[in-house]
Each structure stands twice: as structure tokens, then as C-alpha cells.
């Protein structure tokens, strides 16, 4: 289990490996029938839980399944503690 890496994702398909992966907020995920960009936050906003087909953003338009749904309250406030930690962490640039 890892990042969502199109190279990895393409080697694991062509292995015949079943993998998960976290997926990148600003990666651009397609609709696997009119290969249009997913907005997925705004997806998710009306609709909890997603289990869908799509492809992604590269050459070959790989299928791959999505699969979202929410987590508990104690898991959220968690990861957005590490992350707002993780942001002060950050270098700033001047």
C-alpha cells in the first residue's frame, strides 16, 4: 500500500497484481466511459462512498477501480492533526 504512482500502477496491472493505493488529491482521474476529469471532492461531498471504474490521466487511459467511503470521526481528526502539523513543518519560501 502506497501513493497513487501511474508507473507503479502499470507495472502492478501488468504482473497481474491486486494493489491499494492512497490517492493524491490534485491527481486527475477520468470517467471511464467519457474520459472526462472527475471532480472527486465534489463527488464525495454529495455521495459518501464511491466504487467505480475510471482511468486515469495517462497515455494508455488505464482502468483501475475507485474506491471511497467515509472514515470513522476519530481516524479524521487524527489525519487532520498530522496534517495541519505537517504544514508547519514545511520550509516557506521568501
Not at 37 to 54: A, G, Q, R
Amino acid at each position: 500500500r502506497g501513493y497513487f504512482i501511474q508507473e507503479e500502477v502499470e507495472r502492478h496491472i501488468h504482473i497481474g497484481a491486486d494493489c491499494i493505493y492512497r490517492y493524491k488529491n490534485k491527481m486527475i482521474l477520468l470517467n471511464s466511459v467519457t474520459e472526462k476529469p472527475l471532480d472527486i471532492l465534489s463527488i464525495l461531498e454529495k455521495t459518501p462512498t464511491i466504487d467505480w471504474e475510471v482511468k486515469l490521466n495517462n497515455k494508455e487511459k488505464t482502468t483501475v477501480r475507485l474506491i471511497a467511503f467515509p472514515v470513522s470521526d476519530e481516524v479524521a481528526n487524527n489525519r487532520r492533526m498530522k496534517a495541519k502539523k505537517e504544514k508547519k513543518l514545511l520550509p516557506t519560501l521568501s
